[in-house]
């Protein structure tokens, strides 16, 4: 009964947040026809129901290994003599139940249960890297081309550019770099391939605890129960080599990927006489997901090469994690022919996010206007003469600014921690997002005839609007209106006073929604199931005699819940986060780096000046009418038994979204 969904990604149905062990797995359904009024969110439900103890002691054990000893090599590999890559795999849990029993203090049989199961996967593996280094005369500053004679010529690039020397830190990196083993990658004379296998691990634990407990029977108070259940799931790649972010040569800084999620749930069941029943329920998730370094750069700033692989891991951490606290009631009374239920749904969702992209320093190798490399074409005898030519001479650049450390810009990204702070130096990009919802929902299942029920009920639903925190959401003051400016539809292009137009300010949200609420979310749902009696006649022939056939037919609405990156992606606009650079540094690389100014931070501002230190960035807004999407969804399906053991069914489904969330440009 608890959302166990990943509330901050919805677009890939394969990352499954709290995924159940399958050894704790009691049951599970999965209803994609028109869902009830007593679920809601969304027309497609997978519910899943965890194992309890019974009277009897009673356990599973499984263990499932797989390995590379029948594996081939890559054809890329063999050409390269690189290895195999290792393949090893141990999948195995347990599961076990049964009654709380103290001997001689507690007998719990009928009263009190407990389950409990582990499952463990543990893999080494490997994957395979080709990076790009530096052969080894082009080490020594030597530079190799092809001549308009088609012969092998070499300059020595120490001797023509307005550098003289080999930069040692530069050196001490590319030397780091192993030499090349294949010519898949650069030129073949002066740059080459390194092929090789990265080593990783990816294990997980997953544990399954539930606890039952009868609290009270009696024929006064009625039957209630306890029942509370807990999932932890560990898991880990290091190195991320799914997402390629593991140090790109040996000894270096990897990063990894990691989680450590939590589900809890606890309920109270009672029954009130035989017509009455309820469910009271709490749950709560927590599901971090990092995506962390090993450890902090160990220079203080990176390097950017032009030529071969970066020596340094450029990721820098980013993370997110989604806490839910949901309560929930379901009531149901039986009366007559009918089964009346009701209830509500409160859901608590916050999206923590944290990224640390550019906040390290990086200065770039090269040239600028300021720090020219004083490498001429004409330094290079038998030139091959058009492009050929220039791209053979800006490729020796390449070379002699990895070379000497020649300097072409720095950058720095700056972060504001609170609407008051200012850009803060190394600040990570932080935001704590928050949006609350209530459902309340009535339904009645009606027995109209012994072969005909009717089922119909309603919901309504309301999603609170999503906000930050600390304030930290920038929007145009005037919304929608903000973005066009005043001369209307097209100004967009048109920012602050060119043209006549009045400067758009852009300001933080400060407690004005993001948009305006919407109570307007009623969910109505019908089902019919019908058994046909006919006695005679070419009815018969069609349905069959009594209980040979089935109609049923239902139509529901239902309202959607989005995931958290149609928040983030609409309130990341520029201001916030800004990227500063240093383009005409002089020289050559030194230990002290390059300096990198802060940018002055201003707030409210206009749509002009921010786009004046933004220019690539663009600009995002909410409707103000925003209304939460839904899907209709209607259903009619005949099933017949043609023959005895035999069925034919035939059924149409049919789907429509309304006011689905999109992004218009």
């Not at 965890?50 to 263990?63: A, C, D, H, I, P």
């Not at 039986?334 to 550019?358: C, E, K, P, W, Y």
């Not at 330094?379 to 490729?395: D, E, Q, V």
């Amino acid at each position: 009964g608890i959302n166990a969904m990943d509330n901050f990604v919805k677009t890939d149905s394969f990352f499954a947040i709290s995924a159940p062990s399958l050894a704790s797995t009691e049951e599970f359904s999965v209803t994609v026809g028109t869902v009830g009024s007593d679920s809601g969110r969304g027309v497609a439900q997978v519910r899943m129901v965890t194992k309890s103890g019974s009277n009897e002691l009673r356990g599973s054990v499984f263990w499932q290994h797989r390995n590379d000893v029948l594996n081939a090599n890559s054809f890329f590999n063999n050409t390269s003599a690189t290895a195999k890559p290792h393949e090893l795999q141990n999948w195995g849990g347990l599961a076990v139940g049964g009654p709380v029993w103290l001997p001689k203090v507690y007998d719990g049989r009928n009263k009190s249960f407990w389950f409990f199961s582990y499952e463990a996967f543990r893999e080494n593996f490997m994957a395979t890297r080709n990076r790009t280094v530096m052969t080894e005369q082009a080490r020594k500053g030597i530079f190799r081309y092809i001549g308009s004679d088609g012969q092998t010529k070499s300059v020595d690039l120490m001797t023509i550019g307005n550098a003289k020397a080999i930069n040692p830190i530069t050196s001490a990196m590319l030397n780091a770099m192993p030499l090349p083993n294949n010519t898949e990658v650069g030129d073949a004379l002066n740059t080459a391939g390194w092929r090789f296998n990265v080593s990783g691990t990816d294990p997980s634990d997953k544990y399954v605890g539930r606890f039952d407990q009868e609290l009270l029977h009696s024929e006064r108070w009625g039957y209630h129960k306890l029942e509370f259940v807990y999932n932890k799931a560990d898991f880990l790649l290091k190195p991320d080599t799914f997402n390629a972010l593991e140090s790109p040569f040996p000894g270096g800084i990897d990063a990894f990927q990691a989680s450590s999620r939590t589900l809890m749930a606890a309920a109270i069941h009672s029954t009130f006489g035989p017509r009455m029943t309820n469910e009271a329920r709490f749950g709560h998730q927590r599901a971090p997901v990092g995506f962390l370094r090993d450890s902090a750069p160990k220079n203080p700033f990176f390097t950017g090469f032009l030529t071969v692989t970066n020596y340094d891991n450029t990721f820098m951490s980013q993370g997110r994690n989604t806490l839910v606290y949901q309560f929930l009631d379901n009531f149901a009374l039986v009366r007559g022919r009918h089964t009346l239920r009701m209830g509500m749904d409160m859901q608590s969702i916050s999206a923590i996010t944290f990224n640390d992209a550019g906040i390290w320093p990086r200065v770039n190798l090269g040239t600028n206007a300021a720090n020219p490399d004083g490498i001429l074409n004409s330094s290079f005898p038998n030139l091959p003469s058009g492009s050929t030519g220039t791209a053979i001479a800006n490729r020796a650049r390449n070379v002699f600014g990895d070379l000497t450390g020649f300097l072409q810009n720095a950058t720095q990204s700056f972060n504001a921690t609170s609407p008051s702070s200012g850009f803060v130096p190394g600040a990570s990009n932080a935001r704590v997002y928050r949006q609350r919802m209530l459902a309340l929902y009535l339904q009645d299942e009606w027995r109209v005839r012994r072969n005909l029920t009717a089922n119909y009920g309603l919901r309504w639903e309301w999603q609170g609007v999503p906000y930050e925190r600390h304030g930290l959401v920038l929007q145009p003051a005037n919304k929608i209106a903000g973005l066009w400016g005043i001369s209307g539809v097209g100004n967009l292009f048109n920012p602050g006073s060119l043209k006549g137009a009045a400067p758009q300010p852009i300001d933080f949200v400060s407690g004005k929604g993001l948009y305006e609420n919407d109570f307007n979310n009623f969910a109505p749902f019908i089902g019919i199931a019908y058994q046909p009696r006919f006695k005679s006649g070419p009815m018969r022939w069609l349905f069959g005699g009594e209980g040979q056939s089935s109609i049923r037919a239902g139509y529901s609405i239902s309202y959607l819940q989005d995931g958290w990156t149609v928040v983030t992606n609409a309130v990341a606009n520029p201001g916030l986060n800004q990227a500063s650079a240093n383009n005409v540094p002089t020289g050559v690389l030194t230990s002290a780096g390059v300096p990198v100014p802060t940018p002055v931070f201003k707030m409210p501002i206009t749509d002009a000046d921010n786009l004046a230190v933004n220019s690539a960035a663009g600009m995002w807004s909410f409707d103000p009418n925003l209304r939460t999407p839904y899907v209709q969804q209607w259903s009619f399906g005949i099933e017949r038994e043609v023959a005895r053991g035999w069925v034919l069914e035939a059924r149409y489904v049919g789907n429509h979204a309304v006011k689905v969330f999109r992004a218009v440009d």
